[in-house]
């Protein structure tokens, strides 16, 4: 502590036209003189009052739980209002009591490199809310001492929304570059491949013993004659008829083919329709998104399961949802998501979702993936319908 005399006569040798400078000094002195005239508990209490305050109020995720067991003994609010529980229903169990770790072994990995004294700075972790929404977060960790026991002082910022921001940069600039690649290339190689299957019809008809050969060669054309079409169709430049078109009725339409597919698999297609206004789209375009997302879902489920459509209003977009009974979609597919040629099956070429990610920039409309272990939720926003569509 500083003497009180002492920081008087330290104030009057200053330049008296220095008035900020004196302001100063002044303030401070007061404060030293308070604080020299408080009994030590109540500096400590001053200064405990201090330090809750601007951990309560900070912004950012802060905790401090036990290492050994991971058992909270404080959290802000921002830590409660991110992670949707209240301070009885956190403080005093553990983390994994409410399913906040989606792997575990995350949280070894950082007590790990405490014991080792190695520093933990925004390393990459999975946690849950109480919702059970799964999200993303930076995590950084410095070991703390709680009345003798050892502490784990945890500073999280959430970069979910970040993360599926970055990702969708990236899926944009490689569908672009996909489809700047079709216009060039696809031409160019169907033309070729359109004259091999013309001589290969004539030399089957002329080659009797070689037919199932020259068949099944042609088979093989017409399946990469099918890829260049997928791929041409996520180029920009395509020609669009668009005209007036209610989704809740072209649902209705194809509904039948969609039952017939999924009876195949012995699997049920159900359509919830409501009514919904006319937008000016390319019917065959939006055919092929639905078709794509409903045989996508078909193919992720076992016999029995059932596929559901929906069409509906919501915050004036009409949007389509289409939504299985699967096991759900692994993080490290989900980032790679419409990626062209990016499959999880070996037969597919992995265009399907990309087309369906095409078709919906060209009409500014947005696809949400929402996926779990019962099931994944592929929604389709198209934007405010309120157009003239005279």
Not at 95 to 118: A, C, M, N, T
Not at 246 to 271: C, D, Y
Not at 276 to 305: A, C, F, H
């Amino acid at each position: 502590m500083l003497n009180r005399k002492n920081k008087q006569a330290s104030i009057q040798m200053k330049k008296y036209h220095d008035v900020n400078a004196l302001e100063s000094e002044y303030s401070q002195s007061a404060d030293y003189f308070y604080l020299d005239t408080m009994p030590n508990n109540e500096i400590l209490i001053l200064a405990e009052d201090k330090f809750f305050k601007i951990f309560n109020v900070s912004p950012i995720i802060i905790t401090i739980t036990s290492i050994r067991e991971g058992r909270f003994i404080e959290a802000n609010d921002s830590f409660y209002s991110s992670i949707g529980y209240s301070h009885e229903e956190v403080i005093g169990r553990t983390s994994l009591d409410i399913g906040f770790w989606v792997y575990p072994f995350e949280r070894e990995q950082i007590i790990g490199k405490l014991h080792k004294k190695e520093a933990v700075r925004d390393q990459e972790i999975h946690f849950c809310v109480k919702s059970g929404e799964q999200r993303l977060g930076l995590f950084s960790a410095a070991k703390v001492d709680i009345e003798g026991e050892p502490c784990i002082l945890g500073i999280l910022t959430d970069i979910t929304e970040r993360r599926k921001m970055e990702n969708e940069y990236t899926r944009l600039d490689r569908l672009k570059l996909a489809g700047e690649m079709a216009v060039s290339i696809g031409h160019e190689i169907r033309n070729p491949i359109t004259a091999v299957r013309g001589f290969l019809q004539i030399f089957e008809s002329k080659y009797s013993e070689d037919k199932e050969i020259l068949h099944l060669m042609i088979e093989e054309i017409d399946k990469a004659n099918a890829i260049i079409t997928e791929f041409l169709t996520l180029s920009k430049n395509r020609l669009v008829l668009r005209k007036p078109v209610n989704l809740s009725t072209l649902l209705t339409g194809i509904l039948p083919f969609l039952q017939a597919s999924a009876r195949m698999q012995h699997k049920k297609v159900i359509l919830e329709a409501e009514q919904v206004p006319d937008m000016l789209l390319d019917d065959k375009e939006v055919y092929q998104l639905i078709l794509n997302l409903v045989l996508n879902g078909l193919e992720s489920m076992t016999e029995g399961g059932v596929v559901t459509i929906k069409s509906m209003l919501e915050d004036e977009n009409v949007v389509i949802s289409v939504q299985d009974q699967g096991s759900g979609i692994a993080p490290e597919v989900m980032e790679k998501l419409g990626i062209p040629f990016f499959s999880t099956k070996d037969q597919r070429p992995g265009l399907g979702l990309a087309i369906c990610y095409g078709i919906a920039d060209r009409y500014k409309a947005k696809i949400d993936i929402d996926s779990g272990a019962n099931g994944t939720v592929v929604s389709v926003r198209f934007g405010n319908p309120s157009v003239d569509l005279t």
